[in-house]
Protein backbone atom coordinates (compact mmCIF):
# COMPACT_ATOMS: atom_id res chain seq x y z
CA UNK A 1 0.00 0.00 0.00
CA UNK A 2 0.99 3.50 -1.26
CA UNK A 3 -0.23 6.64 0.91
CA UNK A 4 0.89 9.99 0.22
CA UNK A 5 0.24 12.18 3.55
CA UNK A 6 0.79 15.44 2.59
CA UNK A 7 -2.12 16.69 -0.34
CA UNK A 8 -3.83 19.61 -1.64
CA UNK A 9 -6.83 19.86 -3.47
CA UNK A 10 -9.42 22.90 -4.01
CA UNK A 11 -13.25 22.83 -5.13
CA UNK A 12 -13.43 23.11 -9.10
CA UNK A 13 -14.98 27.26 -8.62
CA UNK A 14 -11.37 27.91 -6.81
CA UNK A 15 -9.36 24.99 -8.11
CA UNK A 16 -7.48 27.73 -11.18
CA UNK A 17 -7.48 30.76 -9.20
CA UNK A 18 -5.91 29.18 -5.92
CA UNK A 19 -3.59 27.65 -7.82
CA UNK A 20 -2.54 30.29 -10.29
CA UNK A 21 -2.05 32.77 -6.77
CA UNK A 22 -0.32 30.54 -4.95
CA UNK A 23 2.48 29.55 -8.13
CA UNK A 24 2.35 33.35 -8.82
CA UNK A 25 3.32 34.03 -5.14
CA UNK A 26 6.16 31.32 -4.56
CA UNK A 27 7.37 31.63 -8.51
CA UNK A 28 6.73 27.77 -8.21
CA UNK A 29 5.52 25.36 -10.99
CA UNK A 30 2.24 23.25 -10.08
CA UNK A 31 2.23 20.14 -11.83
CA UNK A 32 -1.51 19.68 -11.23
CA UNK A 33 -4.89 22.07 -11.74
CA UNK A 34 -5.68 21.32 -8.03
CA UNK A 35 -8.72 19.49 -8.71
CA UNK A 36 -9.77 16.14 -6.75
CA UNK A 37 -9.73 14.48 -10.51
CA UNK A 38 -6.59 15.61 -11.29
CA UNK A 39 -5.11 14.12 -8.52
CA UNK A 40 -6.65 10.90 -8.65
CA UNK A 41 -5.37 10.44 -12.28
CA UNK A 42 -2.08 11.81 -10.93
CA UNK A 43 -2.33 8.74 -8.00
CA UNK A 44 -3.46 6.14 -10.65
CA UNK A 45 -0.21 6.91 -12.84
CA UNK A 46 1.60 6.76 -10.08
CA UNK A 47 0.83 3.66 -7.97
CA UNK A 48 -0.61 5.54 -5.02
CA UNK A 49 -3.59 3.76 -2.97
CA UNK A 50 -4.49 7.08 -0.86
CA UNK A 51 -3.66 10.37 -0.50
CA UNK A 52 -4.28 12.61 2.10
CA UNK A 53 -6.16 15.62 1.83
CA UNK A 54 -4.85 18.78 3.91
CA UNK A 55 -7.07 21.61 4.07
CA UNK A 56 -6.22 25.04 5.43
CA UNK A 57 -8.86 27.83 6.67
CA UNK A 58 -6.94 30.83 6.17
CA UNK A 59 -10.01 32.92 8.02
CA UNK A 60 -11.86 31.35 10.93
CA UNK A 61 -15.43 31.79 8.77
CA UNK A 62 -13.80 28.73 6.63
CA UNK A 63 -13.64 25.92 9.19
CA UNK A 64 -17.40 24.96 8.46
CA UNK A 65 -17.62 24.51 4.73
CA UNK A 66 -14.12 23.02 4.63
CA UNK A 67 -14.83 20.50 7.22
CA UNK A 68 -18.39 19.69 6.06
CA UNK A 69 -15.84 18.74 2.83
CA UNK A 70 -13.83 16.54 4.62
CA UNK A 71 -16.83 14.33 6.10
CA UNK A 72 -18.12 14.08 2.58
CA UNK A 73 -15.12 13.26 1.18
CA UNK A 74 -14.25 10.60 4.01
CA UNK A 75 -17.55 8.86 3.33
CA UNK A 76 -16.29 7.34 0.04
CA UNK A 77 -12.30 7.03 0.25
CA UNK A 78 -12.54 3.59 -0.14
CA UNK A 79 -13.44 4.17 -4.07
CA UNK A 80 -12.24 7.52 -4.37
CA UNK A 81 -8.64 6.82 -2.62
CA UNK A 82 -9.27 10.18 -1.06
CA UNK A 83 -8.77 11.12 2.34
CA UNK A 84 -9.29 14.30 4.21
CA UNK A 85 -7.96 16.07 7.27
CA UNK A 86 -10.42 18.92 8.63
CA UNK A 87 -8.95 22.29 9.73
CA UNK A 88 -9.25 24.80 12.09
CA UNK A 89 -8.06 28.50 12.57
CA UNK A 90 -6.12 29.80 15.69
CA UNK A 91 -8.95 32.57 15.96
CA UNK A 92 -11.83 29.92 16.23
CA UNK A 93 -12.86 30.53 20.11
CA UNK A 94 -15.36 27.26 19.60
CA UNK A 95 -12.32 25.26 18.94
CA UNK A 96 -12.93 22.55 21.29
CA UNK A 97 -16.99 22.09 19.90
CA UNK A 98 -15.01 21.71 16.39
CA UNK A 99 -12.44 19.48 17.37
CA UNK A 100 -14.93 17.16 19.11
CA UNK A 101 -17.31 17.05 16.07
CA UNK A 102 -14.30 16.06 13.77
CA UNK A 103 -13.53 13.46 15.82
CA UNK A 104 -17.12 12.43 16.47
CA UNK A 105 -17.52 12.34 12.44
CA UNK A 106 -14.28 10.02 11.87
CA UNK A 107 -12.01 12.47 10.58
CA UNK A 108 -8.37 11.60 11.31
CA UNK A 109 -6.82 14.86 12.14
CA UNK A 110 -6.41 18.55 11.32
CA UNK A 111 -3.88 20.61 9.48
CA UNK A 112 -2.39 23.39 10.81
CA UNK A 113 -0.30 26.06 8.64
CA UNK A 114 1.59 29.06 10.80
CA UNK A 115 2.38 30.52 7.80
CA UNK A 116 -0.73 30.93 5.78
CA UNK A 117 -2.71 31.60 9.20
CA UNK A 118 -0.32 34.13 10.30
CA UNK A 119 0.20 33.07 13.79
CA UNK A 120 2.82 31.76 15.51
CA UNK A 121 3.03 28.03 16.36
CA UNK A 122 3.67 28.70 20.12
CA UNK A 123 1.15 31.22 20.34
CA UNK A 124 -1.15 29.83 23.12
CA UNK A 125 -4.26 29.53 20.41
CA UNK A 126 -2.10 27.07 18.96
CA UNK A 127 -1.49 25.14 21.74
CA UNK A 128 -4.70 25.12 23.23
CA UNK A 129 -5.52 23.46 19.77
CA UNK A 130 -3.13 21.32 19.76
CA UNK A 131 -3.99 19.68 23.10
CA UNK A 132 -7.32 19.66 22.31
CA UNK A 133 -6.94 17.70 19.22
CA UNK A 134 -4.55 15.12 20.91
CA UNK A 135 -7.31 14.57 23.46
CA UNK A 136 -9.43 13.69 20.70
CA UNK A 137 -7.30 11.61 19.27
CA UNK A 138 -6.94 13.90 16.07
CA UNK A 139 -3.54 14.04 14.23
CA UNK A 140 -2.23 16.81 13.55
CA UNK A 141 -0.08 17.73 10.77
CA UNK A 142 1.60 21.21 10.96
CA UNK A 143 3.69 22.49 7.93
CA UNK A 144 7.56 23.65 9.77
CA UNK A 145 9.81 25.62 8.60
CA UNK A 146 10.30 27.98 5.58
CA UNK A 147 7.30 28.88 3.20
CA UNK A 148 8.25 29.29 -0.68
CA UNK A 149 5.44 32.23 -0.75
CA UNK A 150 6.85 33.86 2.33
CA UNK A 151 10.39 33.61 2.18
CA UNK A 152 11.23 35.81 5.63
CA UNK A 153 8.39 34.04 7.50
CA UNK A 154 9.05 32.94 10.84
CA UNK A 155 5.96 31.47 12.24
CA UNK A 156 6.49 27.68 11.61
CA UNK A 157 10.75 28.33 12.72
CA UNK A 158 12.05 24.80 14.02
CA UNK A 159 12.49 27.03 17.32
CA UNK A 160 8.85 28.16 17.56
CA UNK A 161 8.16 24.36 16.73
CA UNK A 162 10.44 23.42 19.83
CA UNK A 163 8.97 25.26 21.84
CA UNK A 164 5.47 24.44 21.02
CA UNK A 165 6.41 20.37 21.60
CA UNK A 166 7.80 21.86 24.93
CA UNK A 167 4.79 22.73 26.34
CA UNK A 168 2.51 20.08 24.58
CA UNK A 169 4.06 16.78 24.74
CA UNK A 170 3.17 14.94 20.96
CA UNK A 171 1.08 12.14 20.60
CA UNK A 172 -0.07 11.83 16.83
CA UNK A 173 2.05 14.92 15.34
CA UNK A 174 3.19 15.21 11.90
CA UNK A 175 5.86 17.63 11.12
CA UNK A 176 5.87 18.31 7.42
CA UNK A 177 9.03 18.87 4.90
CA UNK A 178 10.96 16.88 7.50
CA UNK A 179 10.65 19.01 10.15
CA UNK A 180 10.86 22.28 8.56
CA UNK A 181 11.54 23.39 5.03
CA UNK A 182 15.35 24.76 4.19
CA UNK A 183 15.84 24.21 7.82
CA UNK A 184 17.06 20.71 8.40
CA UNK A 185 20.75 21.45 10.47
CA UNK A 186 18.27 22.86 13.18
CA UNK A 187 15.88 20.21 12.75
CA UNK A 188 18.58 17.64 13.20
CA UNK A 189 19.66 20.08 16.61
CA UNK A 190 16.67 20.47 17.94
CA UNK A 191 13.40 17.99 17.11
CA UNK A 192 14.85 14.71 15.57
CA UNK A 193 13.87 11.49 17.71
CA UNK A 194 11.13 13.77 19.26
CA UNK A 195 8.88 11.13 20.82
CA UNK A 196 5.34 10.89 19.28
CA UNK A 197 6.61 12.80 16.27
CA UNK A 198 6.51 11.84 12.86
CA UNK A 199 8.52 13.73 9.68
CA UNK A 200 6.96 13.61 6.12
CA UNK A 201 8.84 14.03 3.21
CA UNK A 202 6.76 16.41 1.18
CA UNK A 203 9.02 18.58 -1.37
CA UNK A 204 12.24 18.18 0.62
CA UNK A 205 13.77 16.00 -2.41
CA UNK A 206 14.90 16.93 -5.66
CA UNK A 207 17.34 15.64 -8.61
CA UNK A 208 19.23 19.00 -8.14
CA UNK A 209 19.40 19.77 -4.44
CA UNK A 210 20.19 23.12 -2.85
CA UNK A 211 20.03 25.27 0.41
CA UNK A 212 16.00 24.23 0.36
CA UNK A 213 16.13 20.59 -0.98
CA UNK A 214 17.82 18.01 0.71
CA UNK A 215 20.84 15.75 -0.59
CA UNK A 216 20.07 12.05 -0.75
CA UNK A 217 22.76 11.41 2.07
CA UNK A 218 21.44 13.69 4.24
CA UNK A 219 17.46 12.44 3.97
CA UNK A 220 18.82 9.17 4.44
CA UNK A 221 20.55 10.60 7.74
CA UNK A 222 17.41 12.22 8.98
CA UNK A 223 15.31 9.22 8.22
CA UNK A 224 17.64 6.61 10.14
CA UNK A 225 18.22 8.78 12.82
CA UNK A 226 14.55 10.06 13.73
CA UNK A 227 13.20 6.44 13.36
CA UNK A 228 12.51 4.97 9.95
CA UNK A 229 9.17 3.89 11.59
CA UNK A 230 7.97 7.33 11.91
CA UNK A 231 8.88 9.10 8.61
CA UNK A 232 5.72 9.89 6.10
CA UNK A 233 6.05 9.89 2.87
CA UNK A 234 4.63 12.82 1.37
CA UNK A 235 4.60 15.00 -1.85
CA UNK A 236 2.75 18.58 -1.17
CA UNK A 237 0.64 17.85 -4.15
CA UNK A 238 0.22 19.64 -6.82
CA UNK A 239 3.43 21.30 -6.21
CA UNK A 240 4.97 18.19 -6.89
CA UNK A 241 4.84 15.37 -9.09
CA UNK A 242 3.47 12.45 -7.51
CA UNK A 243 5.48 9.76 -9.41
CA UNK A 244 8.42 11.55 -9.81
CA UNK A 245 8.57 11.93 -5.64
CA UNK A 246 7.67 8.16 -5.97
CA UNK A 247 10.83 7.45 -7.49
CA UNK A 248 13.12 9.73 -5.20
CA UNK A 249 12.20 7.99 -2.30
CA UNK A 250 12.75 4.44 -4.43
CA UNK A 251 16.17 6.08 -5.26
CA UNK A 252 16.71 7.50 -2.44
CA UNK A 253 19.86 4.76 -0.70
CA UNK A 254 17.33 3.34 1.79
CA UNK A 255 16.85 -0.28 1.83
CA UNK A 256 13.68 -2.56 0.63
CA UNK A 257 12.21 -2.64 4.32
CA UNK A 258 12.58 1.14 4.76
CA UNK A 259 10.80 2.49 2.06
CA UNK A 260 8.12 0.19 2.52
CA UNK A 261 7.73 1.58 5.79
CA UNK A 262 7.88 4.97 4.51
CA UNK A 263 5.44 4.81 1.55
CA UNK A 264 2.54 3.08 3.33
CA UNK A 265 3.28 0.97 6.53
CA UNK A 266 4.01 3.99 8.81
CA UNK A 267 0.74 5.66 7.25
CA UNK A 268 -1.40 2.85 7.41
CA UNK A 269 -0.03 2.38 11.27
CA UNK A 270 -1.23 6.04 11.80
CA UNK A 271 -4.18 5.56 9.85
CA UNK A 272 -5.20 2.33 11.85
CA UNK A 273 -8.29 3.35 13.45
CA UNK A 274 -9.45 5.50 10.78
CA UNK A 275 -9.07 2.17 8.45
CA UNK A 276 -10.68 0.11 10.82
CA UNK A 277 -14.54 2.07 10.53
Known sequence: MVIDFHTHSFPDELADRAVGRLAQSGGIHNYLDGRVTSIQKSMKKAGIDYSILLPIATKP???????????????????????????????????????????????????????????????????????????????????????????????????????????VPPRKLVLAHMGGWGMYNEVCDKLIGTPGVWLDTAFVLRNSPDFYFLSKEKFVDMVRTHGTDHILFGTDSPWSDQSEALKLIRESGLNNDEIRMILGDNAARLLDTFFSH
Not at 122 to 133: E, F, G, K, M, T
Open 61 to 167: SQHTTINDIAVTTNDTFRESGLISFGTIHPDNEDYRDILRNLSKKGVPGIKLHPVFQRTNIDDPRYLNIISCAFDNDLIVSIHCGMDISFPNCDEASVERIANMIKE
